[in-house]
């Protein structure tokens, strides 16, 4: 068989969609898996920056420089690496493309997959409800790990009266006495200070005063004249149990109407309980 070298452009080209793809091509496995394993511990490491360190905008930002350079480090080195390694008389078995699509597939699909199911979720604004907190166009980072009871003030996800995922923030815990006044919320019948809400005082949404059973909990959204929430019927009280994640951050947000990229909001953090 006729030596044939391969193409080094194609192996930068490889590296951009997943890190070691490109040297998988290049015919040197043990590469692809080292350069791999640190683009998934750069990506987690993103993550729980996110999650836990959520000061600034700043850790989004270095974050996604650590995850982008070490995918433009790879590309480098599978080209440089490509560029001169010898010329090949076969074709190994990970080096065919139809392989190609498999490990893509298994490679990024499978941990993102596992993430979602047991860490994170990313979740994206599309009502008002919960403006100015959350707006449309928001896309946020959410951690699926926590149980018990949420703070009051917590922003938490539950599911909807269809089943679509619902954010709203926790008023009222267990044994709470609650009521909204004109969109005011009081608990055990002292006014909570909301500075997040979004209310004219005009709203014909009122509700209570009731206590909330065990085991459960009273939400709002932030935007009591566009919310459906526990003061309407069809969400009523919201079971602890049925509360799977809570909102940590905002890493992108896209103005709908003019495609514009809303920066003062990338990383904006989204655990503010209210004590």
């Known amino acids: 068989m006729q030596p044939t070298r391969r193409k080094p452009w194609l192996a930068l080209l490889l590296s951009l969609p ?26 987690l490491c ?17 974050g996604s420089a650590v995850f982008l350079g070490w995918r433009l480090i790879a590309a480098v080195n599978a080209y440089r690496y490509t560029a001169r390694a010898p010329a090949c008389t076969g074709r190994s078995a990970w080096i065919r493309w139809p392989a190609y699509v498999v490990i893509y597939i298994v490679a990024y699909y499978g941990p993102a997959l596992t993430l979602r199911a047991v860490a994170f979720e990313a979740f994206t604004i599309t009502a008002g409800s919960m403006s100015d907190t959350l707006i449309p166009g928001d896309r946020l980072l959410a951690t699926k790990w926590e149980s018990g ?6 922003l938490v996800v539950f599911r909807g009266p ?11 815990l267990p044994g709470d006495r609650v009521e909204v006044r004109r ?13 997040y809400i979004v209310t004219d005082r005009t709203t014909s949404g009122d509700f209570g005063p009731t206590e909330v059973p065990a085991e459960s909990c009273f939400l709002l959204g932030d935007n009591r004249e566009q919310s459906k929430d526990s003061r309407f019927e069809e969400i009523g009280f919201v079971p602890v149990r049925e509360v799977y994640a809570r909102p940590r951050a905002i890493f992108w947000s896209v103005d709908s109407t003019t495609i514009d990229i809303r920066w003062n909001r990338l990383g904006r953090p989204l655990r503010q309980p209210t004590r």
């Open 18 to 43: 997943l890190a070691g793809l490109g040297h998988l091509y290049s015919g040197s496995p043990r590469r692809a898996i080292a350069f791999y394993v640190g683009e998934q511990v750069a990506m």
């Open 46 to 62: 993103w993550l729980l920056s996110l999650a836990f360190w959520q000061s600034a905008p700043g850790n989004m930002i270095a």
């Open 149 to 154: 009871l949420p703070e009051r003030g917590e």
């Open 162 to 172: 269809s089943g679509e995922p619902w954010v709203k923030r926790v008023i009222g």
């Open 183 to 195: 969109g005011v919320a009081l608990v055990n019948d002292e006014p909570l200070q909301e500075p």
